[in-house]
């Protein structure tokens, strides 16, 4: 996988200061895809993890005291205080990072985020130093079984023997992380509580005895204090292991609580321990080894002293060893998801075992078996561990600004003197040692790169090692046989293998038999963990987990889930069955369901429940959907299977009945919104074309006055010369009575008398005829008003005038219809400010609604269509105004039209007589547009009259009424004279 495609957790450091990790440059092969550790340890796994810190001290402090004697006090009291205060810190860095797998390492890239090559070298060191525990408890078992065996002549081959010890945690580890922890949980309780008991044992013993060793300091050198202080770190230091399984842990938080239990037990061990170990001890210079050191400390054992002694060694062995194989490749596997070394390493199976880390592991562990010296390995592989606290301590004072930093000068003065001890140390070891142990993290950093390389169809690791990625219900392989097979032949194995050295183990005494005994067995048990972790704990595990997650989606259903009886009773019931019915699981249980949904309960005619189709039914205000089923599908067939329970689910669906009568009401509101914006579309579209015909009727109106004045202008002029021309000719003839004949000709063929006669009459019809053409034009012009300002106090009288002169056609008589007579009973009114042309549209508009309705039925001979318009100052809430009204003696409106004649597009008139729009406009220019009255008085066959009430001064609206813009309708009012032309 490219670096660019590793998780955000992985990727975030290493591109965001600009670091590109160089084995991106030296891949060839696209790796497998990365998996997450599965969270599958119990708290109580993982905190046998972070104890085995504590039995390190066995290893260690026994050899401390033959080199040092009283002065390894020195050393421990110091390294106990760090490592207390190291343990609290990481405990804080672990709530801080929970996900992240490998402990104290993979903080150190959080740590120093600005420098990450700088934290990747003090991860190898730390993971190195794990690395070597493993040999060299390998070498420590052997030894303890030689030193049994070879006194009495008995030769035991020493690279089997390391080989075998070494290979026996990785037997288990390759089984599952699992197996490690059922491991640690079968010896860490009982090792550490045989250390502790050693203490508090020890403390009374020595207060019990007559005779008590005298502290002899001798010489302090700081070269050897030095140096084994970097081997006593390699113990003390340790006991924050635990965390490095924070990654694995179902619970996070309670994995790191065995921090600071460990903490608490570092003085008891390391200080107490070490001072017992010193005042019980033995100064003979042939006990050499720690097995006879811890043998000659422990005299209030009595007999049982070896085999206590010999469970310790060889259980502290065994348990640093499961630990190593544990957090190692965790190291490596969050190094690789840091993007600091090849993705390859962070590959896991559905187990939780990272195979490639354990390969590595275990090539390293048999480098250094191959090297032997334990002395120079601990050594060497201690400076790269110290190394990796100088790192710690200084990222802990870089970022001293952080919550989640604890004793930020502390931690300076640590890294100052932690560095001072690895030069000083290391010096005085040799130097050659130093320069080693400074450069491994670096080769080990390349032999990770080398790894990288393989092509990713070499690290497969079959089928049963696959991503957890199939369904918990697929069908599984068959190990029966298989796992039979395995138990027999090992079983007959290793009867074979006692029978052979039964012989050898014999002749031993007692002790020595004992203590080989215990070595067996603690193997043994190591051997049968890992036969367990092969066989069954797989699918102890997957059935497990298989339960555990059909219980988590049983209760994590939204539905409520019910398992029943054929009868209905209520057998387990899921967490939201509970919520809904209002009762814990005990109280559902044997109650029918029928009882509680009386709904449900199957009627006299229907044999049985309903299965497998959803019923309605009501529980108080809720309404319930039921659905029951009687069937299984077998995972192998595929095929449903009836059983003897029924499976109930109910699901509330009171909110989405809600939810659906509220969108069906939402629709029906939408519907009549979408009616409501189309008819005002077309009121819209309407007035726009009215505004756009008014504004052409007055442009029309204002060129015709022009010429119009001008023909009516000189028609007196051509009446005065026409007057001259015929007294001229007059006096002719009075003067020549007799003209000439062709004179006389001509004005008999013009017939002049005629002409004289005729002409001015001609001229005063022209006259009439164009003062009327005026008075139109006037009339038009007043009526737009396009060129006034859009409010103006004006007389209503005037567009009343002009209305009717436009309509003046339409008051003809037409075929059967008589004229139709105006009647004006009109006070005097005072000048109203509104806008004119907008009032002179509602005039016009109620005009030619009387005219219609007039025009629409066949009245008596007796009977004259009228129509009566009166005005009169009149006061409404003491608002002074004016009020018109239009009446007309027509048919009149029926009682159930009466209210909806101002709706939008509502007429009565025939198709192509009106739009529909007109009250509508008049009722909103009136009362929104003016704040006036528009009512309507009718009853059928008395005709109708339509009431307006205008305030006198837009001024005396309420302040809730702004002044509004002209109404859409202004000058629209002309488009009526399509009605009268």
Request: hydrophobic share 45%.
């Amino acid at each position: 996988m490219p670096v660019s495609r590793l998780p955000r957790q992985a990727a975030g450091l290493t591109f965001r200061y600009g670091f590109a990790p160089p084995f991106t440059s030296l891949m060839t092969a696209s790796p497998p895809p990365i998996s997450r550790l599965p969270r599958s340890l119990s708290s109580f796994e993982t905190w046998g993890f972070g104890l085995t810190g504590l039995l390190l001290w066995l290893g260690i402090a026994p050899a401390m005291q033959i080199e040092l004697g009283w002065q390894a006090l020195a050393v421990w009291l110091p390294g106990t205080v760090v490592g207390m205060l190291i343990n609290l810190q990481v405990q804080r860095l672990g709530q801080q990072w929970a996900d992240l797998a490998g402990g104290t390492p993979s903080y150190l890239s959080r740590l120093w985020p600005e420098a990450p090559w700088l934290a990747t070298y003090g991860a190898l060191g730390y993971y190195i130093s794990w690395v070597a525990v493993l040999p060299v408890n390998a070498i420590v078992l052997t030894d303890l079984v030689q030193a049994n065996l070879a006194p009495f002549g008995i030769d035991c081959p020493t690279v089997p023997l390391q080989v075998g010890f070494t290979a026996i945690a990785f037997i288990v580890a390759f089984s599952g992380t699992r197996a490690l922890g059922v491991l640690h949980l079968f010896f860490v309780v009982p090792a550490v509580s045989l250390v502790l008991l050693f203490c508090l044992q020890g403390i009374g013993w020595v207060a019990l005895s007559q005779t008590v060793s005298e502290i002899t300091w001798g010489t302090f050198a700081i070269g050897d204090w030095a140096k084994w202080y970097v081997v006593a770190s390699y113990a003390v230091y340790a006991c924050e292991s635990g965390a490095a399984f924070v990654a694995d842990s179902r619970y996070p938080q309670k994995t790191l609580q065995i921090l600071p239990i460990a903490a608490a037990l570092i003085p008891i061990v390391y200080l107490v321990g070490s001072w017992l170990l010193l005042q019980l001890g033995s100064a003979d210079a042939d006990i050499t080894t720690p097995y006879e050191q811890l043998l000659a400390a422990s005299p209030f054992w009595g007999e049982g002293a070896a085999f206590v002694v010999t469970f310790l060694l060889a259980s502290a062995s065994l348990l640093s060893c499961a630990t190593a194989v544990s957090n190692s490749p965790r190291m490596l596997y969050q190094l690789s998801l840091d993007g600091q070394l090849p993705p390859v390493f962070a590959q896991v199976s559905r187990q939780g075992i990272l195979g490639v880390g354990l390969l590595v592991t275990m090539m390293l562990s048999i480098a250094f078996l191959w090297w032997g010296d334990i002395a120079q390995i601990v050594f060497v592989t201690g400076l790269g561990w110290l190394v990796s606290f100088v790192i710690f301590h200084g990222g802990l004072w870089r970022q001293r600004q952080q919550a989640y930093v604890r004793w930020a000068r502390a931690s300076l003065v640590f890294a100052i003197l932690e560095g001072l001890i690895v030069m000083v140390g290391g010096i005085a070891w040799n130097s050659f040692d130093l320069v080693l142990g400074l450069l491994l993290p670096l080769g080990i950093w390349a032999i990770c790169q080398l790894v990288g390389l393989i092509p990713a169809a070499g690290w497969h690791w079959g089928e049963r090692d696959r991503p957890f990625s199939h369904t918990l219900n697929a069908p599984q392989q068959d190990w029966a046989l298989v796992q039979i097979g395995g138990l027999i032949g090992l079983l007959s194995g290793a009867m074979t293998v006692s029978w052979f050295i039964h012989g050898q183990i014999d002749r031993l005494p007692l002790t020595n038999q004992v203590n080989v005994l215990v070595v067996v067995l603690m193997i043994g048990a190591a051997v049968g963990v890992a036969i367990a972790g092969w066989t069954t704990l797989p699918q102890i595990t997957l059935i497990g987990a298989a339960r555990e997650q059909a219980e988590q989606f049983f209760n994590m259903a939204a539905d409520s889930i019910l398992v029943l009886q054929t009868d209905g009773t209520i057998l387990q019931a899921n967490a939201a069955s509970q919520s809904l019915f209002q009762s814990d699981e005990a109280a559902l249980q044997g109650r029918s369901l029928y009882a509680l949904l009386p709904d449900l309960r199957p009627t006299a005619d229907v044999r049985g429940p309903t299965i497998n189709v959803p019923l309605t039914v009501q529980l108080a205000s809720h309404t319930l959907e039921v659905t029951l089923s009687n069937a299984m599908v077998d995972p192998v067939s595929d095929v449903p299977t009836p059983t003897e329970q029924l499976v109930a689910v109910i699901r509330d669906i009171t909110e989405r009945q809600a939810a659906e009568d509220a969108l069906r009401q939402k629709a029906t509101e939408l519907q009549q919104l979408l009616t409501r914006l189309t008819q005002t579309q077309s009121q819209l579209v309407q007035a726009e074309k009215m505004s756009s015909l008014g504004q052409l009727v007055a442009g029309v109106a204002h060129e015709i006055n022009n010429p119009l004045s001008f023909i009516a202008g000189n028609i007196d002029f051509a009446q005065d010369y026409a007057l001259d021309l015929m007294q001229a000719i007059e006096v002719y003839q009075k003067t020549y009575p007799n003209p000439p004949a062709n004179v006389t000709q001509t004005l008999s063929r013009l017939d002049v008398d005629f002409l004289c006669k005729d002409f001015p009459k001609l001229l005063a019809s022209m006259q009439d005829g164009s003062q009327r053409i005026l008075s139109i034009v006037q009339s038009l012009k007043n009526f737009s008003r396009h060129e006034e300002s859009p409010t103006k106090e004006v007389n209503l009288y005037h567009g009343l005038e002009s209305s009717l002169v436009i309509l003046r056609n339409r008051l003809k008589a037409s075929g059967p219809r008589p004229e139709i007579k105006v009647v004006q009973q009109l006070a005097p009114l005072p000048l109203v400010e509104c806008f004119p042309s907008a009032v002179n549209q509602v005039l016009m508009n109620l005009l030619v609604n009387a005219i219609d309705a007039l025009e629409s039925v066949a009245l008596n001979e007796t009977d004259t269509p009228t129509i009566t318009i009166t005005g009169q100052p009149q006061t409404y809430d003491n608002v002074p105004g004016v009020a018109l009204t239009v009446a007309d003696n027509g048919p009149g409106i029926p009682e159930h039209l009466r209210d909806r004649l101002c709706d939008p597009f509502f007429t009565t008139k025939p198709i192509g007589k009106g739009t529909g729009l007109g009250l509508a406009i008049s009722y909103q220019v009136i009362v929104d547009n003016h704040q006036g009255r528009f009512t309507i008085e009718s009853e059928p066959g008395q005709g109708a009259q339509f009431h307006i009430w205008l305030p006198q001064s837009l001024q005396s609206r309420p302040p809730s009424a702004p002044l509004t813009d002209p109404p859409s309708q202004t000058a629209a009012g002309v488009a009526a004279t399509e009605a009268g032309s």
